[in-house]
């Protein structure tokens, strides 16, 4: 429930100004009026809950609102550079008026949300603590304060500052960085800016005093975002708008020329009108501008803001409005980390003592994820702003418990379903986790996974014979070095899926069981250091792969990475003539396409075996050195140069990277190998050519990726650079023999496939590989979802010629 729907009083000589501010309280009945002349009239008529006014004649209005509505919560419009106003709501606080301010320059969004926590706060819990307990310690005009904490409620707090100090010093609007406040010298509650509503002296027993009067926000700071993901596919944008709409979602316009006047729009529709599509909606205020003007559309969905840029078609003065649908909409993630509701089968509870009053609580979260929760709470009676840190305890589904840190990272209002308010303000508090045990982790992963398909599981300690026979019934043939019928391998990969799998930090394995029996399984391994490989997709024959299994393992597969909180690129990849990831998941690459967040690339795979001696050493080549730190410098800029950024990144391809040192600390503490050697042929002045090759423990991916090498040939034109390759092929090979390796393996360009051929390199196809940021995590598997939606209705194909995804 929320504050009861009473009249809100807006008082504002600017109609565009007006509007904005009714427009921002759709949930209130509005009152908009031009001077405050005619606001008397109307306060006389009826008493508003709220009144909204610039800071003129500050004092006498609110001398007149005392008698005549001195009940109404008032709060003042004033900008930070307007310098008259800011003094006049300075002598307001200093004759003793209580009142709130609010930044002229907030956005329509911001100025709604921020109203609905003023009404909210009123009729929040506020506690008095003991002033000698609470020191605050804040930064104001880069100096630094402590004061004493009077009062703490869940929106703000009244502080308690030295005589000395002056009221001219905190104007009201003005900001309180780095916000603290620590109870008998323990940190319980930190925000990073506060805002200053009132400042006024005061005298008592001890002398005279300070006291401010300080709000902050509903919501911590997020980390700095990564650039916005731009969808770009028409059908794409108006797929995601109609969904906004069925999931009633506000959508705002703002104009170009003024970004103060921000509208809610209502009854939005979209529709087709002469083959242009259109959003056609109501608006209680007029938004400046005529046809063909443009103005930005905006919008929040599923944890995501999406903006983009529209074209005015039909401006009424009634609020009638057309726009066209924008072109393009620019995606940003507002949470890390996806959540999900556990189902009965899979409760948690969260228990914890109230930051402010001791008092013992537990609570069902409403969602959650490895890396934290939500929970309800009730504002009017509870006090958890935040900011707050907690000691915590979260009880499993097993009955077992783990300890743990909670930071609540926002609080905001539950919906009211238009219920009338019973006095209760039930709140949603996001909490995020620190020092979470890592069992505790693998219990919500579990869950998690269950929530999103109870087929699927974890299968890291499935026999590996069984995963290898589901295979060979798949079809799956694609792994040279491990021939099907030959199962003097089995123990290896064995070995090698129990090290990995059962870890959950260096990979996950899945598999998706029926009364039948396994029906389909794919891993996902950290191939590099911030880099998830989706792999070894595999579906028994008889399932329809274009329905259920295929669209749940791969999903859940992708999903699997992104909860891995240092997970920072997602990578497919497959056979060129492999059809159904070809269509699938080369169109998603093509439709996702985004310079510096994706990266879609296409290779040979070449193949040595090396049963037989070794061929005698060719001394007239080049000769071939192992790469130091200047050669790493040389590779990332390379690499740069030719806009390959997104490789660099998740190929660990950085200068202090290349070597995988950190990457092979990893694997090494869970008794597995990982390492990446560079092999160089000096040229006059750079290298002609470089070779990267990796190593891996065998069977880590089955294409032994992991034991490949790559070629790096900056100019293919110059005289020697043939014989540089040829030179590093041979070390290559000369490299897997000292390893032990049954074959060496080259992922290359199309243009150095003749060259291996000539070594005796074995061409067997060409590759296909796609590796994007998850940033764009959401946008792949709503499309993924898509997809299959469209071919559910489809036949069967026949999938007897088919491999799996790689």
């Not at 800011?86 to 008026?97: C, D, V």
């Not at 929106?155 to 000395?164: R, S, V």
């Not at 003065?317 to 899979?346: A, C, Q, T, Y």
């Not at 690339?601 to 061929?615: D, I, K, Q, V």
């Amino acid at each position: 429930m929320s504050v009861p729907i009473r009249d809100v009083l807006v008082v504002h000589p600017n109609a565009g100004r007006r509007a904005a501010l009714a427009s921002a309280l759709p949930s209130y009945r509005v009152v908009a009026v031009e001077s405050k002349t005619e606001a008397a009239f109307r306060i006389a008529d009826a008493a508003p809950a709220l009144i909204i006014a610039p800071p003129d004649d500050a004092r006498l209005f609110l001398r007149q609102v005392a008698d005549t509505a001195p009940d109404a919560l008032r709060v003042f419009i004033c900008s930070k550079s307007d310098p008259a106003g800011l003094a006049e709501l300075m002598q307001s606080a200093a004759e003793g008026h209580v009142f709130s301010v609010l930044d002229d320059a907030l956005s329509g969004p911001e100025l709604g949300r921020t109203i609905s926590h003023l009404l909210q706060h009123r009729g929040s819990a506020f506690a008095t603590v003991l002033p000698a307990s609470y020191a605050v310690h804040f930064e104001c005009n880069e100096q630094s304060y402590v004061a004493r904490c009077l009062e703490i409620g869940n929106f703000g707090a009244t502080l308690l500052l030295p005589g000395d100090l002056s009221a001219a010093g905190f104007p009201p609007g003005a900001a309180l960085e780095g916000l603290r406040i620590e109870r008998e010298g323990h940190l319980f509650f930190k925000t990073t800016w506060a805002h200053v509503q009132r400042a006024q002296p005061v005298t008592d027993g001890q002398g005279t005093h300070l006291r401010l009067g300080v709000s902050w926000a509903t919501a911590m700071h997020p980390p700095p975002p990564v650039p916005g993901v731009t969808m770009e596919e028409p059908s794409e944008v108006v797929a995601t708008l109609r969904k906004a709409l069925r999931r009633e979602a506000v959508l705002w316009l703002q104009s170009e020329d003024d970004p103060s006047v921000q509208l809610r729009v209502d009854a939005p529709s979209v529709e087709v009108v002469d083959g242009v599509t259109v959003l056609r909606c109501q608006s209680s205020g007029m938004l400046e501008g005529a046809p063909g003007d443009e103005v930005d559309l905006f919008f929040e969905m599923g944890g995501q803001s999406h903006s983009g840029t529209c074209t005015l078609i039909v401006n009424d003065p009634d609020g009638k409005m057309v726009v066209r649908v924008p072109r393009s909409l620019v995606i940003r993630n507002w949470r890390s980390l996806p959540r999900f509701k556990p189902d009965p089968e899979h409760q948690f509870l969260i228990s914890f003592q109230a930051p402010v009053t001791g008092q013992p609580t537990t609570r069902a979260p409403l969602d959650l994820s490895v890396g934290g929760l939500s929970f309800p709470f009730d504002a009017s009676s509870e006090i958890i702003p935040a900011g707050s840190r907690l000691e915590a305890s979260l009880l499993l589904p097993d009955g077992t418990s783990a300890g743990c840190q909670l930071e609540v990272r926002s609080i905001h209002a539950l919906p009211s379903n238009g219920r009338p308010d019973g006095g209760l303000r039930p709140f949603r508090a996001g909490v995020r986790f620190s020092g979470l045990s890592q069992s505790a982790r693998d219990v919500i992963l579990r869950a998690f996974v269950a929530s999103r398909c109870a087929a699927v599981s974890e299968g890291w300690d499935v026999p590996f014979a069984n995963i290898w026979h589901l295979m060979e019934e798949a079809r799956y043939r694609f792994h040279p070095d491990y021939p099907f019928g030959d199962d003097s391998v089995l123990p290896v990969l064995q070995d090698t899926h129990r090290k990995v799998y059962s870890t959950g930090d260096l990979g996950r394995c899945l598999v998706y069981t029926s009364d039948r029996g396994l029906q389909g399984q794919i891993a996902g391994l950290r191939i590099h250091s911030r880099t998830w490989l989706v792999q070894h997709l595999a579906v028994r024959p008889g399932v329809r792969r274009n329905e259920q299994v295929s669209y749940e393992l791969s999903n859940l597969a992708v999903e699997m990475g992104e909860v891995q909180p240092d997970i920072e690129f997602i990578r497919y990849s497959w056979r060129k003539d492999n059809r159904w990831p070809s269509r699938r998941i080369g169109w998603l690459a093509r439709a996702l396409e985004t310079p510096g967040l994706s990266f879609l690339r296409h290779f040979s795979y070449l193949r040595l075996p090396l049963t037989g001696e070794a061929p005698p050493r060719r001394e007239d080549l080049p000769k071939v050195r192992d790469g130091v730190r200047t050669d790493y410098v040389w590779i990332e800029l390379h690499l740069r140069d030719r806009g390959e950024l997104v490789r660099v990144l998740s190929e660990d391809l950085l200068t202090d990277e290349v070597d995988l040192r950190v990457l092979s600390e990893r694997y090494k503490a869970h008794g597995m190998h990982r390492r990446r050697r560079v092999f160089v042929v000096d040229g006059e002045y750079t290298p002609l050519a470089v070779a990267l090759s990796e190593e891996g423990t065998p069977g880590l991916n089955l294409l032994e990726k992991t034991n490949a090498f790559w070629l790096l040939v900056p100019n293919r034109n110059h005289p020697q650079a043939r014989a540089a390759t040829q030179a590093l092929i041979q070390r290559c090979v000369e490299h897997a023999r000292e390893r032990g390796r049954p074959s060496a393996i080259a992922l290359v360009e199309e243009e150095d496939v003749e060259v291996l051929e000539h070594a005796g390199f074995q061409d067997l196809g060409r590759f296909s590989e796609w590796i994007f940021h998850r940033s764009m995590l959401r946008r792949v598997t709503e499309l993924w979802r898509s997809v299959f939606e469209r071919l559910g209705g489809a036949p069967a194909p026949d999938w007897s010629t088919e491999e799996g995804v790689e």
